[in-house]
């Protein structure tokens, strides 16, 4: 029998490559345990891993999910979290800081704050540092889809103390259902980077134990609001953090400070998103 010559009108049969779905990565770094803001940082912990949890579920897509407080909060750890991050093309990263923060007053081009990572109050506080300008560019250079650093820290010179903020009776979690093409939308097919702080230059961030950090609170309303089947538009990122950033300078404007002017609180953020 004559071997049979292969047809070139036959294509051999594409393999199918099993693409892994997207994942949630979810960075955390909290100072639960300072004895001036712990109880308002242990509230943000609750607050915004809850959401985010609630995210992946209402997504079905799996979370990676990394906390950094209590004895483990540090510099250190904060960096090895980061090193190990290996996000896949579609992944989403997100990383979020409450504690302590502020600003270098020699280094006035920054307008986003240093995080105090101490362990200690005995260490250098110029060395148990990193910017989240820094972080930002750590996490873009990694290839996720899609990056989210929010930070919720004051902004103030170095040695400036956070005040307490006055009690707010809000809720950041609604009752409403989300709209799921909105949800959908807003994580699955948006791609970029957006990096938001809660207080620009000189500023304080202002929290408290009932609602935690005033920005991160009013961060969770706004994303509850905006994936509400009641919207009537797809929400962007940037819909969602104008909005925290406009709910926050309102809520500090009713904190009364020295001389009893206000305390006013303006986030900063940048947002580079494209569908």
Known sequence: TPPVKPNPNNNPTTPVVNTPPAKIH???VANTEDPRIGYSVQKDVKNLSSQMKDVATFLKIPINYI???GTKFGKKNVETA??????GADDIVVFY????GYSFEQDKNQPYPQFDL?????????????NESEVYNMIKAKGARLNIILADCCNSNLGLLKPEGKNFALTAKSLLSWDGNYCYNLFMKSKGSVIATAAKKGQFAYGNTDVGGYFTSNFVTALEKYLSKFQNTTPSWEQIITEAQTTTVSLSMANVCQANTTCRQDPVYAVSIIK
């Open 67 to 69: 906390e950094i407080s």
């Open 82 to 87: 980061i090193a190990g991050l290996k996000p």
């Open 26 to 28: 979810f960075i955390i």
């Open 97 to 100: 800081y409450s504690g302590h």
């Open 118 to 130: 101490r362990q200690s109050r005995f260490e250098d506080i110029t060395v148990a540092t990193l």
